[in-house]
Every structure is written in structure tokens, then in C-alpha cells.
């Protein structure tokens, strides 16, 4: 059995107890589990599967570790992640930049154990935009030099994220971003997108320390929680995750099933953006509300025509092609700072040069000026 598959069958609600559990008892051993990334999470029958986050800790004040407080913590991502950005998106509504710090890796995967030549996990690497020497792929072709990333300024002097999770004792062997991390006491908290988002959108969590003008916008709010949970659900399984199953896919029948469901999950959005502005209404107010649904689907979405059509096969359509959609993006882009955080240099720099599995010679393609889109005015305030 194939090391993704045995641990896609814990329930991702068992995953925090399972391996809390079992890091505690390792007494500073390192398990000796096979690096990974998500290029090997396919099943016997060719399909991407997804590995459950590892560590999923939430801060609270009733934590008996990870308490609320200014400057204790800290995210690591990378600009061309969709679920590292929907973290950084919500910290920036919330106003929490000077509270949680923030540090930016290199799109490029690297090899991250450079000096084992038996070692061949490939992943994301810190760099120092103003100093260090432009990034080649990890078989040695091109030569990027993005702006935005900073080396690790926490004590472990990482070099690469996987260096992180094995100064937290890791067992699963998968070194993704976002990282949430504990500064006081050198550990990783959680790295699950969408707890650190619900985390950060908190005023029982942060609250003390939100400002600007959604400081007290509930993005999660408890009358909406069903309809959110479920909208979130679908959306995941069909377009956030869904692109990644087309484009990771090993078996023709594998890559059918995903864009099929791929693109019956973008009508489904367009039918509702024809009705009203945001993903999820409120049936007592008669209007839809600005919730996380929208910002973990928008990061998709700006993805989509500029990398998934291309890379990831998803070519049925452009989401440009969909009226109340492309709208949506644009008011999305346009709601305060979440355009800051839309960096597409990074995005494609990413996706084109991380796999060379998939693009040898880490050729990006030029168009198509999805940002350029983005800024135009919308109509979206019309609608309720």
C-alpha cells in the first residue's frame, strides 16, 4: 500500500489527536517516514488524493499551550499557494500584520536535503530577495529571482520548510505551507488553511488585536455556519482541490471524473452569482454576506486561467468566459488589500518551475493579464 494511501484513511477529524499523540511519546525522535509532496498522492486507480493536515492545534485561552498574544506567532507561505493565501488574505482583513508575523518563501521547489544524494523530496525554500543569487529548478534550468521572500527569522534558521516540521517532529512526511508557528516555544501550531483562517477571523482568538474595516466583520458568523459549511464542502471537493485532481491525475478515467465535476462545480458558482453577490446569503436579512466561502473560492479562481488551464488540463472553459464569475473576481480583487496578496509572479514562477515532471524546462507562459481584469470596474454592488 502506498504511503499517501494509508494515511488518507484516518479521518482528517482523528488527525490531531492520532499524531499529537504520537509526536509526544517520540521523546525527540525523528520518525523515519519518506518525504513527500503532493505529485505522490495518487491512488492504485490514478486518482489524486489529498493527505490530511498534520497539526492542528487552535489557539485559545483555554489552551493550555497556545494562548492569544501579540507577536508569539508566526506564518510562513508562499504567494503561490491558494491555501497559504486564503490564510494571509484573512490576516490582512483583519489587520493582524503587526501582530502575526509574516515570512514568504521561494515559488521554486529546491532539493531539501541538498547534501544527501539519496534524498530526492523537492520543496519550498526560504530566500533572500535582496541578496541571494536568482534560483534555478531543481534539475537546473532557468533562473528566478522574485521579489517579496525573506530568509527565516525565528530561531531555527530554517533553510526550508521541511526543516520546520522536523524541528516539530513530523510524521507524516509532506512539508506544506501554510505554517503557523509557535516562536515561544519552536513549534509548529497548525497547518491546516482552513483552521488558521477561522483562527485569525476569530475576535475570541485575535480580537483584541484586529483593526481596519472588516476588524469586526464575522467571515464565519453562527447563523451562516451551516449554509458556509456546506457551500465550503462542494466547492473543495469540486473546484479548490478539483483542479489539483485534474491536474495531478495518473489515469485517463481519474482526469474524467475531475473535470466533469470540475466544471459542474463552476456552473453551480455561476448560478448562484447570477442571484447574488456573494456565495452564501442570509435568508433573515434577504442578502447575501462576504464569508470565508468566498475568499477560499476566489483563490482558485485566480489561478484558474492563467495556471489550471494550461497546466493542470482545465480547459473546457476559461473562468473569463463565465459573465457573473469574472464580475465576482474583480470585486473580490478589489475589497480592501486582498489585491496585495495576488502576487502572479510568484503564482506562475510556482506552478510552471516547482514539477519538472510536468514542465521539464520550467517554461512560463506569457498571458493572459488575469490581474489586468481584475482592476476593471464591476456591477456587483446591483446585485443582493
Not at 489529498?50 to 483555554?62: C, D, H, L, Q, V
Not at 490576516?91 to 514568504?104: M, S
Not at 521547489?109 to 530526492?120: E, L
Not at 457551500?231 to 489515469?251: L, T
Amino acid at each position: 500500500m502506498r504511503f499517501s494511501k494509508i494515511l488518507h484513511v484516518i479521518p482528517r477529524s482523528k488527525v490531531h489527536n492520532t499524531f499529537s499523540l504520537t509526536r509526544q511519546n517520540m521523546s525527540g525522535f525523528q520518525a523515519k517516514v519518506k518525504a513527500h509532496d503532493a505529485l505522490d498522492e495518487a491512488s492504485a486507480t490514478g486518482h489524486f488524493v489529498r493527505t490530511a493536515a498534520g497539526f492542528r492545534e487552535i489557539i485559545s485561552p483555554s489552551h493550555a499551550v497556545f494562548q492569544p498574544a501579540a507577536n508569539r506567532y508566526h506564518l510562513y507561505v508562499s504567494y503561490a499557494c491558494p491555501w497559504a493565501n486564503r490564510c494571509l488574505a484573512m490576516l490582512y482583513l483583519k489587520g493582524l500584520e503587526d501582530v502575526i508575523g509574516v515570512t514568504v518563501v521561494h515559488p521554486t521547489w529546491q532539493k531539501t536535503k541538498p547534501a544527501n544524494p539519496d534524498d530526492k523530496h523537492c520543496g519550498w525554500a526560504f530566500f533572500d530577495s535582496a541578496n541571494d543569487q536568482p534560483l534555478t529548478t531543481s534539475t537546473g534550468h532557468g533562473s528566478f529571482a522574485p521579489s517579496g521572500c525573506s530568509p527565516d527569522p525565528n530561531a531555527v534558521h530554517a533553510k526550508f520548510i521541511r526543516d520546520l516540521y522536523e524541528a516539530s517532529k513530523d510524521v507524516l512526511g509532506k512539508y506544506s505551507v501554510p505554517v503557523l508557528w509557535d516562536k515561544e516555544t519552536n513549534q509548529i501550531v497548525n497547518n491546516e488553511s482552513s483552521e488558521i483562517v477561522r483562527m485569525f477571523n476569530s475576535l475570541d482568538v485575535f480580537g483584541g488585536f484586529v483593526k481596519g474595516p472588516f476588524a469586526h466583520h464575522d467571515f464565519y458568523p453562527v447563523a451562516l455556519r451551516p449554509a458556509i459549511d456546506e457551500v465550503n464542502q462542494w466547492v473543495y471537493e469540486s473546484i479548490n482541490d478539483g483542479v489539483y485532481k485534474c491536474g495531478f491525475a495518473r489515469s485517463q478515467l481519474a482526469y474524467d471524473q475531475a473535470i466533469t465535476d470540475l466544471y459542474a462545480g463552476l456552473d453551480r458558482v455561476e448560478a448562484i452569482l447570477a442571484k447574488q453577490r456573494y456565495l452564501v446569503a442570509d435568508g433573515a436579512e434577504g442578502r447575501s454576506v462576504f464569508t470565508e466561502a468566498d475568499i477560499r473560492l476566489f483563490m482558485t479562481l485566480v489561478r484558474f486561467d492563467e495556471v489550471y488551464v494550461v497546466y493542470f488540463k482545465c480547459n473546457v472553459r476559461p473562468v473569463a468566459s463565465y459573465p457573473h464569475i469574472r464580475q465576482y473576481m474583480r470585486d473580490i480583487y478589489q475589497t480592501h488589500r486582498v489585491a496585495e496578496i495576488v502576487n502572479m509572479e510568484h503564482i506562475k514562477t510556482h506552478y510552471y518551475t516547482a514539477h519538472p515532471l510536468l514542465n521539464a524546462y520550467g517554461i512560463i507562459p506569457r498571458g493572459p493579464n488575469v490581474v489586468g481584469d481584475l482592476v476593471q470596474a464591476h456591477d456587483r454592488a446591483s446585485f443582493a
